[in-house]
């Protein structure tokens, strides 16, 4: 059983940089996209971006288009989300997952993901 754990959160200043990391465990890591999502105070947790196995290809939301970038290193089993200039809007707890296998392409749904990690708390003042 795959297990995921984020790191990197903290509190940083609007217009501030954090780079959040996912270590999994097992041997089948390069076999699965991997995605990261956030979830504020008071809201459903929503996609944030995600990268396909072969890192080729990656896809955001579009409220963080531009300023996030997520990459990946297969040999060490970990997934990046490098966040700059950064929005108070942006204050959520950031969890990773791996899309599940059989769904589709591009997805940004919650449900087909899992392998749920404990989340990460970034804070962004004003």
């Known amino acids: 059983q795959v297990q995921l754990v984020e790191s990197g959160g903290g509190l940083v200043q609007a217009g501030g940089s954090l780079r959040l990391s996912c270590a999994a465990s097992g041997r089948t890591f390069s076999d699965y996209t991997m995605g990261w999502f956030r979830q504020a105070p008071g809201k459903e947790r929503e996609f944030v971006a995600a990268?396909?196995?072969?890192?080729?290809?990656?896809y955001y939301a579009d409220s963080v288009k531009g300023r996030f970038t997520i990459s990946r290193d297969n040999a060490k089993n970990t997934v990046y989300l490098q966040m700059n200039s950064l929005k108070p809007e942006d204050t959520a707890v950031y969890y990773c997952?791996?899309?599940?296998?059989?769904?589709?392409?591009?997805?940004?749904?919650?449900?087909?993901?899992?392998?749920w990690g404990q989340g990460t708390q970034v804070t962004v003042s004003s």
């Open positions: 997952a791996r899309q599940s296998r059989g769904t589709p392409y591009y997805t940004r749904a919650t449900t087909n993901f899992e392998a």
């Open positions: 990268i396909r196995r072969d890192s080729g290809s990656t």
